[in-house]
């Protein structure tokens, strides 16, 4: 199966603008994202899509792939969608959506997402890791997903799914294993482009999801559980905290 990487990017961000050119310890963000991603070998290729002149000059600097995209996209999804629409990449059968903002994602992490697509049933890929911490179960910033036995996602919510009846809240995680949603996707070629296509669904505008139009849409997603954690930047001060770290 032919996977492409994509790694979408933008300069403007209320909270900390021009964030994929933050340098840790040497080297941008984006280039460690990038280098982190080569290193799957899942992976027949990757690129960053940017609408930045700077980004998509300093990737070739470095010696990365990289595209330029419209500025309208909303989000990371419809600017995959464009990528997908070029030449060089046209022929992927899947793409991996790679957050641009997660410095130090493991390679394997990439590598047991695309693994999804071995199933045929397979739509959308994507992961989920254990809820151990009681404030994350309750925290509507905390993404919960509901996972079948067969491993597809049946529902994502920012409340905590399922109501344990007849239990304190506080002992829930002691009864049942309640998962978080790890925001990194794959699509199959052919379902990204239809689903860039889907007018809003009430779900979604309830809970402010766009894998929830998904699902009401009868795509299937599949989930891996995994026990790594990478460390996205969203702030500045993100940002100082990683650097402090490594």
């Known amino acids: 199966m032919n996977i492409l990487g994509i790694i979408p990017a933008r300069y403007a961000s209320s909270r900390f603008p021009g964030k ?33 002149e700077r980004i998509f000059s300093h990737v070739l600097k470095f010696g990365g792939k990289a595209t330029m995209t419209a500025p309208s996209h909303n989000n990371g999804t419809s600017r995959c969608n464009e990528v997908i629409s070029f030449p060089d990449y046209e022929d992927a059968d899947a793409i991996i959506n790679i957050q641009g903002d997660e410095p130090f994602i493991e390679p394997e992490q990439i590598n047991q997402l695309a693994a999804l697509f071995n199933d045929s049933q397979t739509d959308i890929a994507t992961m989920a890791g254990a809820i151990n911490i009681q404030e994350e179960l309750f925290d509507p910033n905390t993404v919960k997903v509901v996972i079948g036995q067969n491993n597809f996602a049946l529902l994502f919510s ?89």
Do not use: F
Not at 41 to 48: A, H, P, R
Not at 212 to 219: I, M, P, S, V
């Open 158 to 246: 920012r409340q905590a799914i399922p109501y344990y009846r007849d239990q304190n809240i506080q002992n829930w995680t002691r009864y049942h294993t309640y998962y978080k949603h790890i925001g990194i996707y794959g699509y199959r070629t052919h379902v990204l482009k239809k689903i860039v296509t889907l007018p809003p669904s009430p779900l979604e505008k309830a809970e402010k999801l766009e894998q929830l139009r998904w699902l009401e849409n009868g795509y299937k997603i599949k989930v891996k559980v995994t026990d790594y954690v990478s460390l996205s930047v969203d702030t500045p001060s993100d940002l100082e905290k990683i650097i402090n770290n490594i």
């Open 20 to 52: 994929p050119l933050a340098m840790i310890r040497g080297k941008s963000m984006i280039q460690r994202v990038y280098q982190q991603a080569q290193k799957a070998t899942s992976l027949n290729k990757v690129v960053v899509a940017t609408d930045d």
